[in-house]
């Protein structure tokens, strides 16, 4: 890979072509060194850009590894992940990441404007001062979020919340095309809530691609246009109601389940 075009775009840029998936994944299966069951087993899956994609599956189903496995934190074992026609490799400046809350260190010593200015670093360069369109994007990022009065805060004085929108400034920062979201919606609060998902709609009628983990079944009906079950392999693909059937979700999570989803709301959280 060349650095420049790692850090300044280069040739991955969104195609105009609206027929070009956001992300196309090929037959791959990943298994952590020293276990002996595979996280994730012959998945393939292609989502269209301006998509809004919930990703659901129990705990351990291999959300979090797919993610990563996406934007490169784990490495291919097999398969390919292609991204805007582009090997999901050479085209990280156009995919964002938004770890499960858990993965963070909140003690690090960072104040709120520092992480959503990381944000920018994809577009910067390491070691390079912020330009006034790099300050700017931050500071959009963080209106858009209700995070500006927040700006000199450090990241451990904040709730689960706010901590959860710090992190979805910081890829709005990133200006991604692509935006994985691992379990945003888990211990926030319900205006952190709609925060999110009218951020994802928002992007979505721009063009941009959502995939979104989540255990809320109830509330995919309404904000999501597609839903893929996963329990280590793709159990389900389709619209939400076709996901959610009362078969699928005792598969996977154990227990049967009547009614719609939405009139569930216990499963939450
Ligand atoms: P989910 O996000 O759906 O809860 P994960 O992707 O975190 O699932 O985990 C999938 C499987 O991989 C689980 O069995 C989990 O225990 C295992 N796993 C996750 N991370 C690691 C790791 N760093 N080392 C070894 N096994 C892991
Ligand atoms: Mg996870």
Not at 23 to 44: E, H, M, Q, W
Not at 153 to 167: D, F, P
Not at 176 to 184: C, G, I, K, V
Not at 248 to 260: C, Q, S
Request: aromatic share 6%; glycine share 8%; charged share 20%.
């Amino acid at each position: 890979m060349n650095k420049h075009n790692f850090l300044y775009g280069g040739r991955c840029t969104m195609p105009r072509e609206a027929d070009v998936p956001a992300l196309d994944i090929r037959n791959i299966s990943f298994r952590y060194p020293g276990t002996v069951v595979d996280a994730l087993k012959t998945v393939s899956v292609t989502i269209m850009p301006g998509e809004r994609v919930a990703l659901v599956g129990p705990n351990g189903s291999g959300k979090s590894t797919l993610l990563k496995l996406i934007i490169g934190l784990e490495p291919l074992q097999s398969g390919s992940i292609s991204v805007y026609g582009h090997k999901a490799t050479s085209c990280h400046h156009r995919v964002a990441i938004v770890p499960q809350r858990t993965s963070v260190d909140w003690g690090f010593p960072i104040d709120v404007r520092q992480v959503v200015l990381m944000g920018r670093y994809v577009h910067l360069g390491w070691l390079k001062r912020p330009k006034s369109d790099d300050l700017e994007a931050v500071d959009k990022a963080m209106e858009m979020m209700d995070i500006t009065h927040l700006a000199d805060k450090q990241i451990g004085e904040l709730s689960g919340g706010q901590q959860q929108r710090v992190m979805i400034a910081r890829t709005l920062a990133h200006d991604a095309d692509l935006l994985l979201l691992d379990e945003p919606l888990n211990h926030v609060d319900i205006t952190t809530q709609e925060l999110i998902f009218h951020t994802i709609e928002k992007l979505s009628e721009e063009g941009k691609t959502a995939i979104v983990s989540t255990h809320d079944l109830g509330l995919l009906p309404v904000h999501f246009n597609r839903a893929l079950f996963l329990d280590s392999e793709i159990i389900a693909d389709g619209t939400v109601s076709e996901v959610l059937t009362a078969e699928n979700i005792a598969r996977a999570y154990g227990f049967e389940f009547h009614g719609k989803p939405e009139e569930h709301q216990w499963l939450n959280g």
